[in-house]
């Protein structure tokens, strides 16, 4: 049904999709939709990994163009491969890729948009071959990528490309006319298909919260491709952008009740929409040689050198979404803005910022650090976002190593002075916290879903902690030598046996005693 100017959701909520979006309906409930013909879309991106994040971030950036009548020809092809895209596929499809993003400020004030720039969704396995078309195709000249840190298949602290994980072997041992299973598989194959029929290879842009994230895709994908094929991976380094990028928006997992919020305050049944801060910040670097829609003009930062941004926003932000992480689940916080608002909690965040991260970070232009920080705070506080810790305990093995393991080998490396370093007393402490955590019970007797790749490693080394404390360090992939340095296994120690005799507000407030110098 098509309704008039302002009848959207009077009789109920209207169903999302680009035929009931003909009618400037939805405008009634105060919701900004695509005033740009949705039949105009052409892809030019393909996209892995359409989470709730992407759709936050990129699509919106490139629906402000769109919005003002640009970048048609960059509209998106969203793309699932793994066995639960199967839910964004129905969704997104059912819904001609459209989908509502509400942007919540910590005053209360919400915005409601329908998102446009996403002009179709591939599940790869039900279409591989159209997928390889897509990629192929001349038009498409960028191929995006938000997969988790998980998505790169790497060791996050040596950066080797694992190629015996199971998918990736057998994407490798695949033979002609096999489809892929992996991103590897799909965008190594497509380069070839390109590089045969004389296309100019597309760029591919790693949007994850990794450091040199670009660098790292060049990495991983040239690796697959070496193994697959060595011409085919000598022409993808000669040839092929992999411009790194810093990303930035709290974006948590999507619930049942902001389904029935869109539905209530807007009018619209959307079976997945996506909730966020109102905060949102992109730094991206300018290497493009197939062209990029002009992102310069709807707010992103485009630049020549994105690793100080980087930096600071996985080392502050990112690392100090580990410190509230499992501090604050075992201190029975289930989300981000409870603990964030406790002041002890809050002051343990920024002694970390302060102590341990900063020293570490190198000038970022038009940056003031301090108010930075500051606004991270404010930011975790946020109430109407309601991000989870459980979203932010997840996957601890790809985060640690990516995010804080860095910070404290760069304030252990002695380099004679040239620099000032920080103490690795919190940062131990943090590690510590996890591996408390990964014991799997918290402090009330709970017990905690843990969710992590190398779940059966980390809990089978934390179950062995009370006969041998370092049992959680020694895991070379994960920690490198640090169980070899006195300096931060003595804080550690320390720290983990109070996680684990006094609990996590005890340990919070004997660190603060010292003045957050550590409890050894
Ligand atoms: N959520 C945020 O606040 C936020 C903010 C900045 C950056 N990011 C980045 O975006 C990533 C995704 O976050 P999200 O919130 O959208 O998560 P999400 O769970 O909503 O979506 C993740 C997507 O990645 C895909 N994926 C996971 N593993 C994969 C693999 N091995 N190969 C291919 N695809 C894979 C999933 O299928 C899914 O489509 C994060 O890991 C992070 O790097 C997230
Ligand atoms: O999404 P991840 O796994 O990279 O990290 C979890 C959070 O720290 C992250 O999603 C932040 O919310 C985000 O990076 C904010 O921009």
């Known amino acids: 049904m098509i309704m008039g100017q302002n009848e959207v959701g009077l009789d109920g909520p209207v169903r999302l999709n680009a035929a009931d979006l003909k009618s400037p309906a939805a405008h009634g409930r105060g919701v900004e939709t695509p005033g740009y013909a949705l039949d105009q879309r052409r892809v030019g991106i393909v996209h892995f990994g359409v989470g709730g994040f992407h759709r936050a971030h990129q699509a919106l950036y490139l629906d402000r163009l769109m919005q003002q009548g640009r970048a048609l020809d960059w509209a998106i092809c969203g793309v699932g491969l793994m066995p639960f895209d199967t839910a964004m596929r129905d969704a997104l499809t059912a ?5 509502t993003l509400v942007e919540k400020a910590p005053d209360g004030t919400r915005t409601a948009r329908v998102v446009g720039s996403i002009a179709e969704y591939l599940y790869a396995p039900d279409y591989p071959e159209a997928v390889l078309a897509r990629l192929a195709d001349p038009a498409v000249r960028i191929v995006s990528l938000t997969v988790t840190e998980g998505g790169y298949n790497y060791n996050a602290r040596t950066g080797e490309f694992l190629a015996d994980t199971p998918e990736v072997a057998a994407d490798l041992a695949a033979g002609a006319g096999q489809p892929p299973r992996t991103t590897f598989g799909f965008v190594i194959e497509a380069l070839r298909r390109r590089r045969a029929a004389g296309t100019a290879p597309f760029t591919v842009m790693s949007c994850d919260n990794i450091q040199g994230n670009g660098h790292l895709a060049q990495k991983v994908f040239t690796a697959f491709a070496d193994l697959k094929d060595p011409e085919l991976g000598t022409w993808i380094r000669a040839n092929v952008a992999f411009p790194n990028s810093m990303v930035d928006r709290i974006t948590p997992v999507t619930t049942d009740a902001d389904r029935e919020a869109v539905a209530a305050d807007y009018g619209i049944a959307d079976a997945w929409p996506v909730v966020c801060e109102d905060f949102i910040q992109w730094v991206l670097e300018d290497a493009f040689p197939a062209g990029r829609p002009p992102f310069e003009e709807v707010g992103v930062q485009v630049v020549d050198d994105v690793e100080p941004y ?211």
């Not at 819904?95 to 989908?99: E, I, K, S, T």
């Not at 932010?392 to 760069?410: F, G, K, M, N, Q």
């Not at 709970?446 to 992590?452: L, Q």
């Open 95 to 99: 819904q001609d890729g459209l989908y």
């Open 310 to 520: 980087e930096l600071m926003k996985l080392r502050l932000l990112n690392a100090t979404h580990q410190a509230m992480a499992y501090t604050g689940y075992l201190a029975g916080y289930r989300y981000a803005h409870e603990t964030a608002r406790d002041p002890l909690f809050a002051e343990f965040f920024a002694a970390y910022m302060d102590r341990e991260a900063t020293p570490t970070l190198r000038p970022v232009p038009g940056i003031d650090l301090d108010a930075y920080k500051r606004q991270l705070i404010e930011r975790f506080s946020n109430e109407q976002v309601r991000d989870t810790l459980a979203r932010l305990c997840a996957e601890s093995s790809d985060r640690i190593p990516t995010w804080l393991v860095p910070v404290i080998a760069h304030n252990l490396d002695d380099d004679g002075g040239a620099a000032p370093r920080g103490s690795v007393a919190l940062s131990a402490a943090i590690v510590a916290s996890w591996a408390r955590y990964a014991e799997g019970v918290d402090e009330a007797g709970e017990s905690i879903e843990i969710v992590d790749r190398l779940k059966d490693r980390v809990t089978a080394a934390a179950a062995r902690q009370d006969e041998d404390e370092l049992a959680f360090l020694r895991d070379p992939e994960l920690f490198g030598d640090l169980v070899e340095n006195e300096e931060f296994t003595a804080h550690y120690v320390a720290a983990l046996r109070s996680f684990k005799t006094v609990g996590s507000r005890a340990t919070l407030e004997a660190l603060s005693a010292s003045g957050w110098s550590g409890l050894v």
